[in-house]
């Protein structure tokens, strides 16, 4: 008889009608192999004796251990690090006099998407708060096939040309000799490089920017990037660039904030996704295009086919197509998250391409990568990748083929099987017939030479704090570059977006006045500000979907804890209760109330406003914990906004708060709230940053 039968207790597998392998808990609740025979024992290896060797007719062993072996495939080259969940989009009316695309013309219907957020440079294992570019890719199973819109949270990229993308992730991935740093570009590959690809400037500006480092995937926004085509029913096309807005609104960690929580919880922006969804709290984001016709194009001061280069919001407002719902969280992480392949070249008729070199080369890696990643060009009949329309045609075997096709005949035209599957030229995909014509040559485009307005542009459409912030990220990162050279060429860049700038890295770096002349090819031009540009410039006043942390122990006021929860509740935001211990705690009125983190395991950096509330009788003891004390520090220097009790008094002075810094501090004694939420709206206490860190 079996020793540690997992009989009742292990995974549960049957088989189901259709014959599959389900690791589910349904059905009779029989373990078995892959093809299905029942197993007796899943703990014992075959031996002979009970002490004898195994024997190598133990095919049960050897086919858990092979699957096994064979569990990993390779990850994703960038963007390996990633999270997903399905929903569904929905536009707003037809948008029939801009696009035939289905899925834009009948404001009943919901067709379902899978998005996937990722970091760029990271492994699948590094932690989601790195500073990095974050990938937004949408799959929309639309009727007329799949679309997937692949796009990042900036909407402008390092590079013009397809050849250089290579070079760009082997500079800021770990370098080849000592296998570090993971997930950071600060370091003096990725320094090198871009500061010797002019073109980068722009992109360089928003990933030092607050933009980097998200403060979760739901207060993110997304962009396409290139310029496309919209194509309608009477085959007139428009040049469109697609943007996602969060109806949360965009928000950011600090850096310092990003880095802690970093250590204390690597995985903060999955876990805040997934526990939104399964809390129902459901993300939106609206799609829009800014739509412009090819003639308007050749109007601008920049060329819409440069991958470098944004298009002002002032210069062509958004249209709103319609919203994006994530509903429902995967089933199996691998199965979906992993792995689902997104091409940029998977779109639908009425949307085209544009001739923007970067997309182009786009088109061809992302078919190309799936076939090595996946193994095989069969990667469409995984499910999360398999069209939820019909689809038919004689592509045929290859591995993995998990389809039956049936019949004779593997061609077109044929007449052997009545011609079943033929090409549809009214409904079928047709390329939008642009006139083309030139010489074959390797050129960078005259009208991609500007470099520096639009980095400018960036620069001065930023409050105050955003401009803090990056010129903090460009000292962080060039302070950990060792090579003197590339601090002082990457000072001279910036010299040539804003000099403010260029002194305050310098000064941050110590190297004023050591910047490198760097003469722009074209004269930098002078550009307005865009307020569009600017998160907090256009910031919605609420904590809806934020997370407020309640530092409290044993005997916490039953009315501050209840008056809590109903604030909350009634804003749409989340409460967590930290105590020094795990265990239940009980309220002044002697409730049972289950804590959701322990002090040592949940730091400020993981709540957006934090209260410190402890008892009266317990006051004593928390003051004593240097977690504690660090909570309320680090709390400060992030600048959140703090309700206190004033039973914290004592903590508060052992962490040299004062408690009338400022209007961030609020007294919530009594269970006073209103004050304490109407604070917290504003995320964050901007005016005491300059009191707490220089850059
Ligand atoms: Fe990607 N990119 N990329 N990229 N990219 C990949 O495809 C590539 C670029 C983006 O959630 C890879 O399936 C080249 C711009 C996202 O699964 C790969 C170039 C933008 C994702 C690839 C670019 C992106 C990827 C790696 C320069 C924003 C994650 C695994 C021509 C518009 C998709 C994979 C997911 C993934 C190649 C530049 C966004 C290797 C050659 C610009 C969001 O094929």
Redesign the pocket.
């Known amino acids: 008889m079996a020793k540690n039968s997992t009989r009742k207790s292990g995974p549960k597998s049957h088989v189901g009608n259709g014959g599959e392998l389900h690791q589910t808990s349904s059905g009779d609740g029989r373990l078995t192999t892959n093809q299905g025979v029942p197993v007796a024992d899943d703990q014992n290896t075959l031996t002979v004796g009970p002490r004898g060797p195994q024997l190598l007719e133990d095919f049960i062993l050897r086919e858990k251990i092979t699957h096994f072996d064979h569990e990993r495939i390779p990850e ?4 390996a690090r ?1 999270y ?1 969940a399905h929903g569904y989009f929905q536009c707003y009316e037809s948008h029939a006099d801009l696009t035939k695309a289905s899925f834009l013309q009948d404001p009943s219907v919901k067709t379902p998407v899978f998005c ?3 970091t ?1 440079a990271g492994s699948a294992g590094s932690h989601d708060t790195a500073r990095d570019v974050r ?3 949408v799959k929309f199973y639309t009727d007329q096939g799949n679309y997937d819109l ?3 949270n900036i909407p402008v ?1 390092f ?1 013009h ?2 050849i250089k ?2 070079d760009l992730v082997h500079a800021v991935k770990p370098a080849p000799d000592r296998g570090f740093p993971q997930a950071q570009s600060a370091h003096d590959s990725f320094w090198d490089y871009v500061s010797l690809s002019p073109e980068s400037m722009h992109m360089l500006m928003w990933i030092m920017s607050d933009r980097a480092i998200p403060r979760s995937f739901r207060m993110m926004e997304g ?4 310029t496309f085509r919209m194509i309608n029913a009477a085959g007139e096309a428009k040049f469109v660039k697609f943007h996602w807005r969060p109806t949360l609104g965009t928000f950011s960690l600090i850096w310092d904030e990003a880095v802690k929580i970093g250590g204390a919880d690597p995985d903060f922006h999955r876990r805040d996704l997934f526990n939104s969804i399964a809390m129902e709290n459901f993300p939106e984001w609206e799609l829009s295009v800014q739509v412009f016709s090819e003639a308007e194009a050749n109007e601008f001061d920049f060329d819409v086919l440069d ?1 470098t280069k944004l298009v002002p919001e002032e210069l062509v407002p958004l249209t709103p197509l319609g919203k994006m719902v994530l509903d429902r969280n995967v089933d199996n992480f691998f199965a979906e998250t992993e792995q ?5 070249s998977h779109v639908v008729p009425g949307i085209d391409f544009s001739n923007d070199p ?2 182009q ?2 088109l ?3 078919l ?3 076939l090595s ?1 996946l193994g095989s060009p069969n990667f469409h009949q995984i499910p999360v990748n398999k069209p939820k329309c019909p689809f038919a045609n004689f592509q045929r075997d290859g591995h993995m083929q998990t389809e039956v096709p049936t019949g004779r005949v593997a061609n077109e035209p044929n007449s052997l099987d009545d011609g079943r599957l033929r090409e549809d030229p009214h409904a079928g995909f047709t390329t939008y017939p642009a006139e083309e014509a030139g010489q074959k040559l390797r050129l960078r485009p005259e009208s991609f030479a500007d470099h520096y307005s639009q980095a400018r542009l960036f620069y001065i459409s930023m409050s105050e704090p955003e401009q803090r912030h990056i010129a903090g990220g460009f000292g962080f990162e060039l302070g950990k570059c060792e090579n003197a050279k590339i601090r002082t060429r990457m000072l001279g860049h910036l010299n040539n977006i804003d000099k403010d700038l260029a002194d305050q890295v310098a000064k941050a770096l110590g190297m004023s006045g050591q910047a490198d002349s760097i003469k722009p090819i074209v004269k930098v031009r002078d550009v307005q500000p865009s307020k569009a540009l600017s998160q907090y410039a256009k910031a919605p006043v609420t904590i809806a979907g934020k997370k407020i942390g309640l530092l409290t122990t044993d005997g916490v006021d039953a009315k501050l804890h209840k008056a809590l929860m109903k604030a909350a509740k009634s804003e749409n935001a989340v409460v967590e209760i930290i105590t020094p211990t795990i265990g239940d705690i009980q309220s002044s009125s002697g409730e049972q109330i289950t804590p959701d983190h322990f002090l040592s395991g949940a730091p400020s950096c993981l709540f957006d406003c934090v209260i410190i509330a402890p008892s009266k009788e317990n006051a004593g003891m928390l003051a004593s914990q240097a977690a504690a004390v660090d909570f309320i520090r680090d709390a400060f220097a992030h600048l959140k906004v703090i309700g206190y009790s004033q039973s914290a008094l004592d903590l508060f002075q052992k962490a040299s708060v004062a408690i009338d810094a400022d209007a961030g501090l609020v007294d919530v004694t009594n269970a006073k709230l209103t004050p304490f939420v109407d604070i917290a709206k504003q995320h964050r206490i901007w005016d005491r940053e300059p009191s707490v860190r220089a850059f």
């Open positions: 994703r080259v960038v963007h990633g997903a996937r957020f990722s760029v990938g937004f890719s692949v796009g990042n990229f590079i040309d397809a993308f290579p962009f396409g990037v290139h991958p689902v392949a997104f091409c940029p970067l997309l080369g786009r061809f890696s992302y190309d990568t799936q990643r």
